[in-house]
């Protein structure tokens, strides 16, 4: 293929990628998919995917899988494990996990060593993809020119793509509706481009699966990786992949900083895994036809030098297209994830220094030139020397340094600065010595001590004496391991963090400050947020943008010279302190709680002894009179057998009405037991005036016998309530009444507000004022009774919330008032 | 949900990381394909299928 024509097509390719952007800047709403979400999550699938998969599994077998099988772990938790990052990320517009370190930990190395430490640590990863471009180019048109100049022309044109696209406003957080277009267009390039180039191999070539069985030698290719450290290497592969796919800049920014929507989580969750298996689906019968019929050929260039094998030059230049989109997409949005990061945690800072703000943005194009120079430097340096998956992994473990620091500080709360700090600086020592230098060495760049190490027990790939494992696995379970230990233990024994102080300001002044800093749109959207709000939140706000473009250390300085420490901005400091105290208190009040609740039992207790001697003795004291009575009437009987029959006869009255007396005090004191240990009311449908009826029925012999007459003017009213305590009320009031009388009792039921008013009122003399206070204790009378029946008659009627009481006036005039309550309504409705 | 997201979450590990080279020792199985991909393929839709059920919409 010509090379002129092939610049041709990618050129033309670039273009309409740049089209699609601009078409998706111009309809932002068209980008608020779950479809566009899960699609620009496939950004994930680089060059390293597109070409660098058949390779693997061309030399090492089924170990392409496992870093789509991670991913595939990680997606099915997406919705819970994203959602809260999303949540962070929209109050605190986040634009990276440095911002999250720095926010969760606050200010301190961390967060910037991170920002440094991601950019070196992924230039492998953006070697890759140059490689993979310039590999590609030169095989199809081919050129023997040397890889690098391509590789250089490739990085350049790039970084254009990523200034042109990404960089257009300084707000980093803001969404580009366009970029996130065009990846999620590359995606559906990417997938296709692989899927015909497989089905054109297979329907022109045919089913490798029976000439690869007749192969022994290519039986390796077919069967899992043998023995236990094989099985180790798939595993922690899977594991290094889901926590690649969770960290990496680039996913950040695609998932967090364009997709703030959590409705497109859970479409997400099955959609880009299934994204996942299609493109792998190809994968294998091309490996094998590669090694069948290209056994001197790269195997990272199977994709596309099978379909010219099979005659098809133009399915040869759609691979190119699909490699190129892999590529582009990967290096434009991981560029831009970095260049911001590079800004706002190490540039912004110095800028600041230096009175240079105003030039942050160019300051952020250049970081992505820089970037990508690196990125060449690096290619240059180490990566002709290495297969792209490797290239790949070495990245893939060093963003994997992260998740102790990350996932420990968004789940556990007793991570502290300290140990995250100290966990990642020893993860990335020990990345360094195990994976990067010696990449370095093996490359020719590093003396080969490097590869060696200063003792056997110290060898880079093998610390300890670890034999058997490959450099990958060992140098992932190594630092990833330390890094773990240390921020566990460390966070154990150090004291948490102080949390930052709040700060308030004036709306005005605030955005006077986003204005200066950030431009008037960012201002008037400042304005528009802070509307309302009090000084500390507005200051929140502010901060948050200036956070995003600048960096958070930046933000905080900033913000300073327009805000002032918020009132109670030390309330962490004491909440953390009071916390610590917080179980000695709860202690302390459970004590002082139990205490007083022992004192009022012990009061209780005393009462309850003091009424039972009262009793004791009342009763004691009514037993004696009858019991005295009737011993002395027994005494004369018993001595005075003479006396005569009329004599005798009223002896044995006396000594009948006695005993008669001693029997109803005794029911009168059983009442009075049963009314304190009774069961609770039972309440029922009950008619009122007929239950006064039957109470005057009943009393109607005593009032016949004392020549009273009763009269009565009552109300029909009905209620729910407990119709034989009302009964034994009535009868207890108008008995004392009849005893009292001197010519008529009369009984009145009427209503009265919410309840049913019952009288009893009698002619006698009524109650004496000094009496009228204790006419309700047990055992007063005055009436030589036994004093309990209006002291029942209160505790009864208090039982079914009521009342009795004396009311003022001539005479005996008592009250009886019972509420008036209907039955409930029917819950089903209606 | 979450519990059934997380219950899928751990039947994909013990799917993807069961102990491949004791189960599968042949290369080839049902349809002259190599069993080893078989299973990790169907393994994959399976995981795939049950996710679309559990997060698709009502």
């Known amino acids: 293929m010509s090379p002129g024509v092939l610049l041709l097509g990618l050129l033309l390719y670039l273009g309409l990628l740049f089209l699609v952007a601009l078409w998706g800047e111009s309809r932002p709403s068209f980008t608020q998919s779950p479809w566009i979400y899960a699609l620009s999550l496939a950004v994930y699938a680089t060059a390293w995917t597109f070409l660098g998969s058949a390779g693997r599994a061309a030399t090492e077998g089924a170990t392409f899988l496992p870093v789509y099988l991670g991913a595939t772990l990680v997606l099915l938790l997406w919705p819970w494990l994203h959602g809260r990052l999303l949540a962070l990320a929209r109050t605190h517009r986040l634009t990276s996990w440095a911002d999250f370190l720095h926010l969760r930990y606050g200010p301190g190395p961390l967060a910037p060593l991170a920002a440094g430490f991601l950019v070196v640590g992924l230039l492998p990863y953006l070697a890759l993809q140059l490689k993979a471009i310039a590999q590609a180019f030169l095989f199809l048109s081919w050129e023997k020119a040397p890889l690098a100049d391509v590789a250089l022309l490739t990085a350049l044109l790039l970084a254009l793509f990523a200034i042109l696209f990404g960089t257009r406003r300084l707000d980093p957080s803001e969404r580009h509706p366009g970029l996130v277009l065009a990846v999620a267009f590359e995606s559906v390039v990417k997938l296709l481009a692989l899927l015909l180039v497989g089905a054109l191999v297979l329907l022109s070539l045919g089913n490798p699966f029976p000439r690869a069985q007749a192969e022994p030698h290519l039986h390796p290719l077919l069967l899992p990786p043998e023995g236990l450290s094989g099985h180790l290497a798939w595993v922690s592969l899977v594991a290094l992949s889901g926590l690649a796919f969770l960290l990496l800049p680039r996913q950040f920014h695609v998932a967090v900083v364009e997709g703030q929507d959590p409705r497109h989580l859970p479409q997400a969750a099955w959609a880009f895994p299934l994204y996942l298996l299609l493109i792998n689906l190809p994968i294998l019968p091309l490996a094998l036809w590669g090694r069948l019929l290209l056994p001197g050929e790269n195997p990272d260039l199977f994709v596309l030098a099978l379909p010219l094998l099979a005659g098809s030059p133009p399915v040869a230049f759609l691979a190119f297209l699909g490699a190129v989109s892999a590529a582009t997409a990967m290096v434009v949005v991981e560029g831009l994830a970095l260049s911001i990061l590079l800004s706002n945690h190490l540039l912004s800072p110095l800028l600041l220094r230096y009175r240079a703000l105003g030039s942050l943005l160019l300051w952020r194009r250049l970081a992505i030139l820089l970037v990508m120079l690196l990125a060449y430097l690096y290619f240059r340096l180490a990566g002709e020397a290495h297969a792209l998956v490797g290239m790949g992994l070495i990245s893939f473990v060093a963003v994997a340094q992260l998740a102790p620091a990350a996932l420990l500080g968004l789940y556990w709360k007793g991570a502290t600065g300290t140990g995250a700090l100290a966990g990642f600086l020893a993860g990335v020592g020990l990345w360094a010595y195990t994976l990067f230098l010696p990449t370095l060495a093996r490359s020719g760049f590093l003396s080969p001590l490097f590869l060696e190490g200063p003792h056997p027990l110290l060898h880079p790939e093998g610390l300890l004496g670890l034999k058997g494992l490959d450099p990958i696995t060992h140098g992932f379970l190594v630092s990833l391991g330390v890094n773990l230990a240390l921020t566990l233990g460390v966070s154990l024994f150090t004291r948490k963090d102080a949390p930052l102080g709040g700060r308030t300001g004036e709306v005005a002044a605030l955005a006077s400050l986003l204005e200066r800093v950030l431009g008037k749109e960012t201002a008037e959207a400042f304005l528009k947020e802070a509307e309302g709000l009090p000084g500390t939140e507005a200051a929140q706000r502010a901060e948050a943008f200036l956070s995003s473009a600048l960096g958070p250390a930046t933000a905080r300085l900033l913000l300073l010279s327009v805000t002032e420490e918020a009132p109670g901005a030390h309330r962490p400091l004491l909440e953390e302190a009071a916390r610590e105290s917080k179980e000695v208190r709860a202690y302390a009040q459970a004590l002082e709680r139990a205490q007083a609740e022992l004192a009022e039992a012990y009061e209780r207790l005393k009462a309850l002894d003091r009424a039972k001697d009262e009793l004791l003795w009342a009763v004691s004291h009514e037993l004696k009179t009858p019991l005295t009575a009737v011993r002395a009437l027994a005494e004369i009987l018993a001595a005075h057998p003479d006396l005569s029959e009329e004599e005798r006869g009223r002896f044995t009255a006396l000594l009948a009405k006695e005993a008669a007396r001693l029997s109803r005090l005794v029911e009168e004191v059983l009442r009075y037991a049963r009314l304190q240990t009774g069961p609770a009311p039972r309440k029922e449908p009950t008619d009122l005036k007929a239950l006064a009826e039957e109470a005057l029925s009943l009393t109607e012999p005593l009032a016949r016998e004392r020549g009273i007459r009763l009269e009565r003017a009552l109300t029909p009213l009905f209620t729910h309530t407990d119709r034989d305590r009302v009964l034994q009320v009535l009868l207890n009031l108008l008995t004392n009444a009849i005893r009292h009388a001197r010519s008529r009792v009369r009984l009145e039921l009427m209503p009265k507000g919410q309840e049913a008013l019952f009288r009893v009122l009698d002619d006698g003399p009524g109650v004496p004022e000094e009496a009228r206070e204790r006419i309700f204790e047990p055992f007063q009378s005055l009436s030589g009774g036994m004093g309990l029946g209006l002291y029942l008659a209160r505790r009864l009627a208090e039982g079914l919330g009521g009342r009795v009481y004396l009311e003022a006036g001539e005479g005996g005039a008592f009250a009886f008032t019972v509420p008036l309550e209907v039955e409930d309504a029917d819950p089903s409705g209606g | ?58």
């Open chain 2, 1 to 58: 949900m979450k519990e059934k997201a997380f219950a899928l979450f751990l039947l994909a590990l013990f799917l993807f990381t069961l102990p491949l080279s004791l189960l599968f020792r042949g290369v080839e199985g049902p349809w002259g394909l190599p069993p080893l991909y078989l299973y990790l393929f169907g393994a994959w839709a399976l995981v795939v299928l049950l996710a679309f059920l559990l997060f698709r919409r009502p």
